[in-house]
C-alpha cells in the first residue's frame, strides 16, 4: 500500500509564528487531504488537495503530484492551531479503490501563547 | 444540526464478548468509513462504504464487521473482541460516494477491551 510520512514529527511555536508541515507519500495519488484535531479529540477537514494550492484565510496548501509531497502553511499561528494535523491520501486502483485512505502519522503542533 | 453522532462513546467490555459501535449521520451522505487511531499510529481505515450495500476493507479490516443497510447509518461489529483492538475509534461520512467532499468525523468511541 501507499506509504505516508509526516514532518516534523512535533513543532513548538510562539503565536504569531509561521510554519510549514510536510507530507509525502510513496506513490502516485488522486485524493489527498489534510485535517486538524484539535486537543479535545474533534477531526476537522482543512483541505482536499490531490494537486495545485488552495488557500483558506491563515492556512493554504500546495500539492506538487509529480513530486511526491504536500505542503501545509500555517502563517501567524494562533493558539487555537495546537493539534495534530494529518494528511491522508488514496489513490483509484479500480473497483471502489478510491474510497481507500492512508494517513501519515501526524504532526502535532503546540502554539504558546 | 448536521452530524455523525457514534453511541456508546466510552465503553469498557471483555475479551471475546461481542460488541456494536454504532455510526448515524443526518446529511444523506453516501461515502461512510470507519477509523481507528492509536499512539504513534495516526488514524488507520478499517472499512468504508461507497453507498448502500457497498462496503471494501481499509488497511486494517481484521478482527471487525460492518454492513450498511441503510444509507444513514454504518454499525461497526466487533465479534469476538481483544485487547488489541483497544483504541480511539471514529466513524465519518462525506457527501459522494467518491470522497472527495469534506468528510465530517463524528466525536470518537473509545474502546478498552480488557
Known amino acids: 500500500g501507499i506509504q505516508v510520512e509526516q514532518s516534523p514529527p512535533d513543532l513548538i511555536l510562539q503565536e504569531g509564528a509561521n510554519s510549514t508541515l510536510r507530507c509525502n507519500f510513496s506513490?502516485?495519488?488522486?485524493?489527498l487531504q489534510w485535517f486538524h484535531q484539535n486537543p479535545w479529540g474533534q477531526l476537522i477537514n482543512l483541505f482536499y488537495i490531490p494537486s495545485g494550492t488552495k488557500q483558506n484565510g491563515r492556512l493554504s496548501a500546495t500539492t506538487v503530484a509529480t513530486e511526491r509531497y504536500s505542503l501545509l502553511y500555517i502563517s501567524s499561528s494562533q493558539t487555537t492551531d495546537s493539534g495534530v494535523y494529518f494528511c491522508?491520501?488514496?489513490?483509484?486502483?479500480?473497483?471502489?479503490?478510491?474510497?481507500?485512505?492512508?494517513f501519515g502519522q501526524g504532526t502535532i503542533l503546540t502554539v504558546h501563547p | 444540526e448536521a452530524q455523525v453522532t457514534q453511541n456508546p462513546r466510552y465503553l469498557i467490555t471483555v475479551t471475546g464478548k461481542k460488541l456494536t459501535v454504532t455510526c448515524s449521520q443526518n446529511?444523506?451522505?453516501?461515502?461512510m468509513s470507519w477509523y481507528r487511531q492509536d499512539p504513534g499510529l495516526g488514524l488507520r481505515q478499517i472499512y468504508y462504504?461507497?453507498?448502500?450495500?457497498?462496503?471494501d476493507k481499509g488497511d486494517v479490516p481484521e478482527g471487525y464487521k460492518v454492513s450498511r443497510k441503510e444509507k444513514r447509518n454504518f454499525p461497526l461489529i466487533l465479534e469476538s473482541p481483544s485487547p488489541n483492538q483497544t483504541s480511539l475509534y471514529f466513524c465519518a461520512s462525506s457527501l459522494s460516494y467518491i470522497p472527495y467532499n469534506e468528510q465530517f468525523f463524528g466525536p470518537g468511541t473509545r474502546l478498552t477491551v480488557l
Open positions: 446529511m444523506n451522505h453516501e461515502y
Open positions: 491522508a491520501v488514496g489513490r483509484d486502483a479500480g473497483g471502489t479503490s478510491y474510497g481507500k485512505l492512508t
Open positions: 462504504s461507497m453507498n448502500v450495500e457497498v462496503t
Open positions: 506513490d502516485s495519488v488522486n485524493n
